[in-house]
Nanobody, 124 residues
Framework: QVQLVESGGGSVQAGGSLRLSCAAS????????MAWFRQAPGKEREGVAN???????MYADSVKGRFTISRDNDKSTLFLQMNTLKSEDTAMYYC??????????????????WGQGTQVTVSS
């Protein structure tokens, strides 16, 4: 069974930065499309960004220019660099994966495997 373990969440003031990581195991990492989702209290889970096995990326409009998704295929690790954080970025952030290597989009039902999440809290 594929395992995804997120880390790097925490509390930060508005305007600050955080870097999330997701360690993947039990999969041939480089052929998987990887993504980050988030869910704020009382809201539906939404796609943040994805990255294909060859490095092609897609971002939600709300994070374009502030967040950067990347991956290290040798270490089977996914990253999300989050800069200029806003209070509305507060959410549980989840790593997700689907066999690819190309990604289709940022809908939840497109992804087969999920991590447990890491909390990001941005105070204004």
């Amino acid at each position: 069974q594929v395992q995804l373990v997120e880390s790097g969440g925490g509390s930060v003031q508005a305007g600050g930065s955080l870097r999330l990581s997701c360690a993947a195991s039990r999969l041939t990492y480089k052929i998987y499309c990887m993504a980050w989702f988030r869910q704020a209290p009382g809201k539906e889970r939404e796609g943040v960004a994805n990255i294909g096995g060859y490095g092609n990326t897609m971002y939600a409009d709300s994070v374009k220019g502030r967040f950067t998704i990347s991956r290290d295929n040798d270490k089977s690790t996914l990253f999300l660099q989050m800069n200029t954080l806003k209070s509305e970025d507060t959410a549980m952030y989840y790593c997700a994966a689907v066999r690819g290597p190309y990604c289709n989009g940022l809908r939840q039902d497109e992804y087969s495997y999920w991590g447990q999440g890491t909390q990001v809290t941005v105070s204004s």
